[in-house]
């Protein structure tokens, strides 16, 4: 362990002077420069080095790390920046790189992440890509992922694999990964980001955002290892008209009530600080029926090109830095899922949710001939815009957690209906979960055949790399 521990710290160090060099050239290079070239006159500079000196300004006021609000305010000015900037061609982009170090210090701009001030990708077939966050313990889920994508559902999207060094993805399973098929690229999240603030080697979940910040991609679908498509999502940006208007696609968890007396609706209603809830948020039945959860954040969908997308998921990665996470944060929500929407409320970003609320997929307990059924399961069903089930996270496995490989039976998913009351969970005390209401049935529809075949591809896999999990 010791060995290890060592590694890490020698790599981060070597890439800390790497970093620090860069930095140096880039700066001297070019920053000077980007001070002189602008023509003052022009109203568009002139709102630039408005929103540049408010920010300033906001940046000069010393914040404790509770203070979410007040966070979300610096944010929406870096965002107004960011906007302003990439709008005005005479505005050399230096001026919101140094800003947003500043802000994020813990930030390495290495060039190759996709930022909203980055020339666009003229490879349109690139422009939209998979991040999946993966460490040792997820290496078996992510195999699947790919495998079905890349198999069952011919997806045709680039991937990346994100990562915090060889302590955490040892070289023999990213290789395996990258074996996998064509289009696959590693990412080691040490280059990007210092771990001595981000924590990232131990950081679990909380690699997720600072995955999506180092992604070479605009528009990135970010996707936990154990999420599972029944639909390629190749189409998403093109086909929901809330991810086409606001640049942000997320999903809502399973709905039942908070236990105890303070409830993290009250929490985020503290964490606004007078701020009035969004349009959005006062929507939800999270806000207006008190449910302990809001988001899945097993698929998050976000493009990057956007000012206030790009700025409100460095405030998302901020919240899972060690100390944020640690001091504040993670005891009040499950890990890194509601921190993407969190961080576009606070910072007054507009974002959308599915409009479907979450569904079970899994057997039926109820007598055939029913139409409404109890159907239980670890798993949790998402829909796209349309209705028709697109997701499901929780892996194919009956057990996620245990060391069997036993996949778990599919006999009934929920149909919502759309309504966002319904269905309501409760839970088993085994880990499953149950709801209740009108039940499709899986040989029904073509969605059997599509489990079936990842059932059958997961399968494949798991006897393929049996070796390289164990070592």
Not at 163 to 185: N, W
Not at 234 to 246: I, N, Q, R, S, V
Not at 252 to 259: A, S, V
Not at 261 to 274: A, I, K, P, T
Request: hydrophobic content about 40%; aromatic content about 10%.
């Amino acid at each position: 362990m010791l060995a290890k521990s060592s590694r890490c710290v020698l790599s981060i160090t070597i890439l800390t002077v790497v970093y620090i060099l860069y930095l140096s050239y880039y700066y001297i290079d070019n920053h000077d420069s980007a001070l002189s070239s602008h023509a003052f006159g022009s109203t568009n500079v002139q709102d630039v080095l408005a929103t540049e000196n408010k920010l300033k300004s906001l940046l000069q006021i010393p914040i404790e790390l509770a203070d979410l609000a007040g966070m979300g305010q610096r944010v929406a000015a870096l965002a107004s920046m960011i906007e302003a900037t990439t709008s005005e061609p005479q505005v050399d982009s230096t001026r919101i790189l140094d800003l947003t170090h500043k802000m994020f210090p813990w930030w390495r701009f290495t060039g190759s992440a996709f930022t909203p001030w980055t020339p666009p990708n003229q490879d349109e077939h690139r422009r939209t890509g998979i991040v999946i966050s993966v460490g040792s313990t997820d290496f078996l889920f992510a195999a699947h992922l790919i495998s079905t994508l890349r198999n069952v559902l011919d997806s045709r999207l680039p991937i990346e694999v994100a990562y915090a060094g060889d302590t955490d993805l040892p070289l023999a399973q990213r290789s395996a990964l990258q074996d996998l098929g064509p289009s696959i690229k590693m990412v080691n999240l040490l280059e990007h980001f210092g771990e001595n603030a981000t924590g990232l080697c131990t950081g679990g979940f909380a690699t997720k955002p600072f995955a999506a910040i180092a992604s070479a991609f605009q528009h990135v679908i970010l996707v936990d290892a154990d999420a599972v498509f029944l639909q390629a999502p190749d189409d998403l940006f093109e086909e929901d008209p809330g991810l086409a208007e606001t640049g942000t696609l997320f999903w809502h968890d399973r709905q039942y009530p908070h236990k105890g007396q303070f409830s993290r609706r009250d929490w985020v209603e503290q964490m606004l600080h007078g701020q009035e809830p969004s349009r959005t948020l006062r929507k939800t039945a999270f806000w207006n029926e008190d449910l302990a959860e809001q988001m899945d954040a097993g698929v998050v969908c976000l493009d990057k090109s956007r000012g206030g997308v790009f700025a409100s998921l460095m405030f998302a990665a901020w919240m899972n830095t060690r100390e944020v996470r640690e001091g504040v944060v993670y005891g009040h929500v499950h890990g890194d899922k509601e921190t993407f929407w969190l961080a576009t409320e606070l910072s007054s970003t507009p974002y959308h949710f599915a409009p479907y609320p979450a569904s079970v997929i899994g057997s039926s307990t109820s007598s055939p001939e029913l139409r409404n059924h109890k159907v239980c399961s670890e798993q949790v069903l998402h829909h796209d815009s349309l209705h028709r089930p697109l997701w499901l996270n929780g892996s194919l496995r009956r057990w996620k957690l245990s060391d069997s490989r036993d996949l778990a039976e599919f006999t009934h998913w929920i149909d919502s209906g759309g309504k966002m009351q319904d269905p309501l969970w409760t839970e088993r005390g085994d880990g499953s979960w149950c709801a209740e209401g009108m039940a499709v049935a899986m040989e029904e529809t073509v969605l059997g055949e599509v489990v079936r075949k990842l059932g059958e591809e997961v399968e494949r896999v798991d006897r393929m790399l049996a070796v390289v999990e164990s070592g």
